[in-house]
């Protein structure tokens, strides 16, 4: 189920946060860093929705969808459409007004901590070329680079802390290249938690380089919440 809401450019930015002089051109955020405003501000509350962001107005989707975050097994391209999936799309360079930005992710992994829960997001970050859009099957160009963040969620407070983010510019990612043209990309990220430990550990894959990292919560929660 979809319920649409759109909301002209003062209301709208300001509920992405960091977008209150949107009125005035001169002082108006670069497209990229407006989507990323969005994407943060849902992701923070924890909400599903589908975005497109035309000029200075702001078309906001709420979306309810049925299957969970754990069919998409840690594919941020997957998750877009699972439970708590985001995208924040901003397109129109070039000639045919299909180059841009796509922002698509959500929630791929959650484990609890006492009455909170620690969360990974992740978000593909798609740099959309100008194309020629005929014929209708052939590739588009693009790049794609990835950010993942580890979150933590206080039951009854409304907006979830940033613990640590990560981000992974396009010319890390591993691509297959197809005969066709076609490009694709299968990055994912894994979330383990040992309760014991209070240790997160949160794995990458579908990079040039192996990563993997462990995230003491004892210490970064604290100072997160400072």
Do not use: C
Not at 15 to 35: K, M
């Amino acid at each position: 189920m979809t319920t649409r809401v759109r909301v002209g450019p003062f209301l709208g930015l300001a509920v992405a946060g960091a977008l209150a002089l949107a009125g005035a051109a001169s002082g108006e955020p670069p497209l990229r860093a407006r989507l990323d405003a969005l994407w943060e501000q849902y992701m923070l509350t924890g909400e599903s929705v589908a975005i497109e962001v035309r000029n200075s107005q702001v078309d906001v989707a709420e979306r309810r969808p049925i299957q969970s975050f754990e069919v998409g097994r840690g594919q941020p391209e997957h998750a877009t459409l699972l439970s708590h999936g985001i995208s924040v799309v901003g397109l129109g360079e070039g000639f045919w007004r299909n180059g841009g930005w796509i922002l698509k992710g959500g929630l791929l992994g959650r484990a609890s901590d006492g009455s909170s829960t620690l969360e990974l997001y992740g978000k593909a970050v798609v740099r959309r070329y100008p194309y020629f859009p005929f014929p209708f099957h052939r590739a588009i160009p693009h790049e794609t680079g990835y950010e993942f963040f580890l979150l933590h969620r206080r039951s009854g407070v409304p907006r979830a802390t940033i613990v640590r983010q990560w981000v992974f510019p396009s010319d890390e990612v591993v691509v297959k290249r197809y005969s066709d043209g076609v490009t694709m990309e299968d990055v994912r990220g894994i979330l383990r938690y040992d309760v014991t430990a209070r240790t997160a550990t949160v794995t990458i894959t579908g990079l040039k380089r192996p990563f993997e990292e462990r995230v003491k919560l004892s210490s970064e929660r604290e100072s997160a919440q400072r």
